[in-house]
């Protein structure tokens, strides 16, 4: 039986040490077979490796829809344009920079190099949840999987771009425009032609006992000095985005602020200044009971000097 090729990119808007890291780990496994697809790449940024280049101007040409989070919501639009630009291979695995694999990754690629599935994705599965990105597609039965981490083939691919397109034809409230994880997973799963799986499946070992999910984010030097090796995780970030991820997510609580609503209407922007200093310095005093208790219990990591 021929062996089937396959090409590995990295999904990104940004090149930083986790891109890095993330493509250190990708080129002794596939060597010249490694890309980039990068959305909106600053002029004049120059990579080690093959990029392409995604842009709203190329959506637009594919007749795509361009919703204003694409670039968040849509990482299939990214498939497409990395199977438009190497139409050569078989097999295309398309991973995030903040998948991090805690040794070399030879062995886990290894472990799908025989798998028959045109679709391969974390926990891949029927969701019955209602959601917004399902309301965009109805009268099918809705399926995900966790997108940071997937391996489509390419005939899969050809199949979800023109249904993409088609779906493109249709009035869907940009709110309810379906992302990726609800649209490849939902249309591969009912597309009879196509076949499904799941990477843990094939590679058991490298998600036991270990996250990959959406959330809470991961700092990179835990990851490091407290997993075992063989594994990989996700999301996993370096310091200065995990900071900026932990305190979006501690101010992204705004729900009772709506129930509020009508009294601060009747607060000034001074007022409003005053709430949001108050709350900083209650957060930054959580952080602070947190991490003396840490201490005081002999659990605080070690830092390099």
Not at 136 to 155: D, E, K, N, W, Y
Request: glycine letters at 6%; a positive charge.
């Amino acid at each position: 039986m021929k062996k089937m090729r396959a090409a590995a990119a990295i999904r990104t808007n940004k090149w930083t040490d986790e891109e890095r890291r993330l493509l250190a780990v990708l080129q002794p496994v596939f060597g010249g077979d490694v890309f980039v697809v990068f959305h909106d790449r600053p002029e004049g940024l120059t990579l080690p490796v093959p990029v392409v280049d995604v842009s709203s101007a190329w959506v637009e040409s594919q007749k795509l829809t361009v919703v204003p989070d694409w670039g968040w919501r849509c990482g299939d639009y990214f498939y497409y344009a990395l199977r438009a630009a190497v139409p050569e291979y078989d097999q295309y695995w398309l991973i995030e920079p903040d998948v991090y694999f805690t040794r070399p990754a030879q062995s886990f690629f290894s472990a799908f190099e025989a798998a028959p599935e045109d679709v391969l994705g974390y926990d891949f599965g029927p969701f019955t949840r209602d959601m917004r990105f399902t309301r965009g597609l109805p009268g099918v039965a809705h399926h995900r999987a966790l997108f940071a981490m997937m391996r489509l083939s390419g005939r899969a691919l050809d199949r979800l771009f023109l249904q993409r397109q088609k779906l493109s034809r249709q009035v869907i409230g940009q709110d309810q425009y379906p992302n990726d994880e609800i649209f490849v997973c939902s249309m591969a799963a009912n597309d009879k032609r196509l076949s499904c799986g799941r990477l843990e499946d094939y590679a058991p070992s490298w998600f036991d006992s270990v996250q990959f999910a959406t959330e809470p984010d991961l700092l990179v030097e835990h990851v490091a000095a407290g997993y075992p090796e063989g594994r990989v995780l996700h999301p996993v970030r370096e310091k200065d985005v995990f900071k900026k991820a932990v305190a979006k997510r501690l101010s992204s609580n705004v729900s009772i602020l709506i129930r509020l609503r009508k009294s601060l209407d009747y607060m000034t922007k001074e007022d409003l200044k005053e709430i949001g200093d108050m709350a900083s310095e209650e957060i930054h005093a959580t952080l602070n009971r947190l991490y003396l208790k840490r201490t005081r219990h002999g659990r605080r990591a070690s830092r390099p000097q």
